[in-house]
């Protein structure tokens, strides 16, 4: 994945498309936008970084984990497999971009109100193992779903995670790195985007475009 900061508004679509997605309980956000500033009155810049899990091709996480629960797909992906998950949170601890959640208690989003419609519709649909370990799963059902009716990540809409489809500043891009035809291939060498934190070794898979 891409994203270019030189287009994202920090409207926060992204972060409300994927708790609508996975129907997300109160208290767990698979994305977030970071947001600062510099500069002072009035030619102050706000600065956002949106950020989510870096499925990285060296996940630390992976590495920690003592039940094999946290595994990397061949297509790169890094997922949670809730069975294998006994809540150590060894993985949150381990990761270094702090985008993994414990979900320790399933709470109402209206406290005191009763769960609503669309909570008790999450519990049928999308239902987190409590007492587990929860994260951003690049929308891999999404993937896997399109990928069997022949469409292409990155490409086709229903094949391509929700925060990258519903970004109305067209800031996000999702692909095959692998494949150097494809458009986020081109767009790494016309870009030369960065990942965050390079530093951390775990060499993740989503980049930034920062100028």
Known sequence: MIINLAKCVGCNSCV?????????PSGVLWGKLLIGES???????KHVYPVLC????????????????????????????ADQCVGCRACVMACPYQVRTFHAKRKEHYPGQGFTEFEEMGQKLYPLELGTVVKCNFCMERIDSGLKRGLKPGVDRDATPACVITCPAHARYFG???????????????????????????DPSVYYVTG
């Open 39 to 45: 500069g002072s009155f009035p030619t102050a810049i």
């Open 54 to 81: 870096n499925h990285c091709k060296e996940p630390k996480c992976a590495e920690v984990c003592p039940t094999g629960a946290t595994q990397k797909r061949e297509d790169g992906v890094i997922y949670i497999d």
């Open 16 to 24: 409300v498309k994927c708790a609508q997605e996975h129907f997300l």
């Open 176 to 202: 095959d790195l692998d494949d150097e035809n494809s458009e986020i291939s081109a767009l790494m060498r016309k870009w030369r985007p960065a990942q965050l934190h390079a530093e951390f070794g775990t």
